[in-house]
């Protein structure tokens, strides 16, 4: 299936993969982030604020305590105004602080743990101004039965529940620290996780597409080597259908129209060789038909030659017989003149007969000579 898939979209693959490793990562921290900014903002605005707000509170209500015994020592006026007056501010302050703890983020727990410190708190300072009408009208030991009794008690439950919202919220902030603390770690385990997993990952679709590459290439490689020294009967092996398999394919494609070309190349050099053995054969046909006819040109030239020859002979033959014909005529004109001079003369010269005779005997042998000439 990875095989058959394109280089780039191998490629985009394992781009895609590490962005979205990237992106988780991103998204974890984030999220893990948000949180801790959570915590940490409930914790400076909340429970921090609530832990000093509470300790503060606890040392009020011991500075009103502190106040409060001070006036069963032996003070002048201007001092027992100073202890009435610091006790009333501390109740000022704790009133104010008590307001303020209360806007935090308080669950149901903490509220009624505020209920029951303010009930406390209230019951104590009526004991104390209780007890502080005492001294001033002189029952000092009916004063001190109040603070030491009843006062006491309401001391310790106004303190102790302070002391229980300081413990819870001192609580809670220990318990959003290692929550802090618990998340970072889990980011921190998360985050170097997935980046281990997105390197793999990386690292096992990177060299799973570089082999899907190099190996196909490396054979066609071998393939192409093996062309090149003459071999044609190469057979490329085809495990995928992406651009190197195509490749692949377009080289063995290539190399069986090599092959068909060699063959068809080998077959023409065949029948060119044959041609050549048959035109050579006709070649030395002509040559020697060449030399015939060079031998009959000769045979022809010297023929040429005697019939020129015997033309001359010939020329000269009938020049002579020529001439022998224009005396022979001459002579038969003669003759003639003679023939007719002799029969007009035969009936005159009878005589003579013998004596023509003998001539014309003479004339008839050199008509014979003329007869032999033509």
Known sequence: MFN???VSTKIIGISLAVLVISALVGIISLVKLSTIVEESDDMGKNLMPSVTLLSKMRNNVDTYRRSELQ???????EEF?????RMGKMEAEMNSSADIFKKFRLNDEEKKMVSTYETAWKSYTTSAQKALALIKEGKVEDAQTETRGNGKKLYDA???????????????????VKHIHSIVTATRIWIIALVLIGIALALGLGLLTARSISSPLRRLADGAEK????DLGVQVELNS?????QLSVSFQNMVNSLRELIGTLSDSSTHVANSSAEMQQS???????????ASQAITVATASEEMSATSGDIAQNCMLAAEGADRANEAAAHGAAVVEKSITVMHRIAERVQSSAKTVEGLGARSDQIGSII
């Open 71 to 77: 006036f069963y020592l032996k003070n002048s006026e």
């Open 158 to 176: 106004a303190n102790e529940s302070l002391g229980a919202l300081q413990a819870y919220n001192q609580k809670e902030a220990d318990e959003g």
């Open 227 to 230: 062309v090149a020294t003459g």
């Open 4 to 6: 058959n898939l394109s």
């Open 241 to 245: 259908t992406d651009e190197v398999g």
């Open 283 to 293: 070649s030395q046909e002509m040559v020697n038909g060449a030399e015939e006819v």
């Open 81 to 85: 105004k100073k202890y009435h007056d």
